[in-house]
T-cell receptor, first 116, second 112 residues
């Protein structure tokens, strides 16, 4: 299947700092990318959907000024957690959809964010 | 919007036995149903998917069945192995929509 990479896999930061997570589709062009958040032993919670070259669409309750999403190219999307606080600690997973082929949605390996 | 329910939340089987996980969905406009396997600390991995124009799909030990009338679909794993132990998520996507709606997950444990 198609490959989606995420970087970094783990990040520990101090409260108040900003953290950027990169998501790349390695062997296909992703016109649409998604960002999810997952708490321990829970399902995936969609945070936002982004289409290349346009502003992201955020789900209800997700602060767009806190979770900045950029989808500048067909293979790269970034999520920046601004002014991170301990409650932002979570597992963040990106996903990409290849509309040019089978319409399947592939997930990255996730990024574990810990805010001290 | 779509609502996906998944059962059971946990499932333990003996190695070699079969495992069945069931999901129901609410929106008859949904037409795409993938299943993902998530191992601890990793992202979900697509293991099989089915579209509403077919009733069953099989890939080696894994099969998925879809009943559009009843709005439910199931994952079947035969001859289970310890490496099948993971959390499995079903999902549904509506026609023309972008995002998937996920079930709550099933933690499968295969006992050697």
């Amino acid at each position: 299947g198609a490959v989606v990479s995420q970087h970094p896999s783990r990040v520990i930061c101090k409260s108040g700092t900003s953290v950027k997570i990169e998501c790349r589709s390695l062997d296909f062009q992703a016109t649409t990318m998604f960002w999810y958040r997952q708490f321990p032993k829970q399902s995936l919670m969609l945070m936002a959907t982004s289409n290349e070259g346009s502003k992201a669409t955020y789900e209800q309750g997700v602060e767009k000024d806190k979770f900045l999403i950029n989808h500048a190219s067909l293979t790269l999307s970034t999520l920046t957690v601004t002014s991170a606080h301990p409650e932002d600690s979570s597992f963040y997973i990106c996903s990409a959809r290849d509309l040019a082929s089978t319409d399947t949605q592939y997930f990255g390996p996730g990024t574990r964010l810990t805010v001290l | 919007g779509e609502n996906v329910e998944q059962h059971p939340s946990t499932l333990s089987v003996q190695e070699g036995d079969s495992a069945v996980i069931k999901c129901t969905y609410s929106d008859s406009a949904s037409n795409y149903f993938p299943w993902y396997k998530q191992e601890l600390g990793k992202g979900p991995q697509l293991i099989i998917d089915i579209r509403s124009n077919v009733g069953e799909k099989k890939d080696q030990r894994i099969a998925v069945t879809l009943n559009k009338t009843a709005k439910h679909f199931s994952l079947h794993i035969t001859e289970t192995q310890p490496e099948d132990s993971a959390v499995y998520f079903c999902a549904a996507r509506q026609t023309g929509a972008n995002n998937l709606f996920f079930g709550t997950g099933t933690r499968l444990t295969v006992i050697p």
